[in-house]
Structures are given as C-alpha cells and as structure tokens.
Nanobody, 117 residues
Framework: QVQLVESGGGLVQPGGSLTLSCAISGSISSIDGMGWYRQTPGKQRDLVARISNGGSTNYADSVKGRFTISRDNAKNTVYLQMNSLKPEDTAVYYC???????????WGQGTQVTVSS
C-alpha cells in the first residue's frame, strides 16, 4: 500500500515562504514522475509543478520563478518550495504520483495553504 503524506502547509503573510513536503511510503513501482497540484472550493484541481523521473521540471505559468519542486530520493520525499506567496496561492495542495502502463495515480490527502495578512 503506497501512501503519500503531505506536510508543511499553514498560514503565511503575502510575500512569505513555505515549504511543502510529500513523504512517500510503501512498495513503489512504475512511477512516472511526481507533482504538486492545488485546488480551491468549486474549482478543478490544477497542476502547480511536476518533476520527471529524470529530474526535469515544469511549472504552471502562475508560479514560475516563485516555486521550486525538488526531490530527495534517499528520503523518498518530494518538496515544493514556495516563495513570494500571493493571496491567490491560497488552496489545498496535493501531492501526486503518476504511474506508467495505465496504472492509477496516487494522491496525498492534501495540505491547506492560506496566504493572508
């Protein structure tokens, strides 16, 4: 049973920073990259950042230059460093593990990020 457990969310003032962590546990196979998504009430879950198995990254236009996705393979953890946070970054952030061969993806339970003064 694979589990993705996010942590690091919270309340931060505009312009502040947070680092989200996604700890991965369980028997892992057929991974096709890891990502962070976010969702606000009544809206779809949108991609924020992805990192491929080879380490290449891509970002939503709204976070380019402010957010950085990274991973520590030794710790089985994926991170999302968020700088210069804006109120519109407020959302529940979800960790995602994509898988190959049509296998279902794994998702974490989500962590709330609130950017407000």
């Amino acid at each position: 049973q694979v589990q993705l457990v996010e942590s690091g969310g919270g309340l931060v003032q505009p312009g502040g920073s947070l680092t989200l962590s996604c700890a991965i546990s369980g028997s892992i196979s057929s991974i096709d990259g890891m990502g962070w998504y976010r969702q606000t009430p009544g809206k779809q879950r949108d991609l924020v950042a992805r990192i491929s198995n080879g380490g290449s990254t891509n970002y939503a236009d709204s976070v380019k230059g402010r957010f950085t996705i990274s991973r520590d393979n030794a710790k089985n953890t994926v991170y999302l460093q968020m700088n210069s946070l804006k109120p519109e970054d407020t959302a529940v952030y979800y960790c995602n593990m994509n898988r190959r061969y049509g296998l279902p993806a794994y998702w974490g339970q989500g962590t709330q990020v609130t950017v407000s003064s």
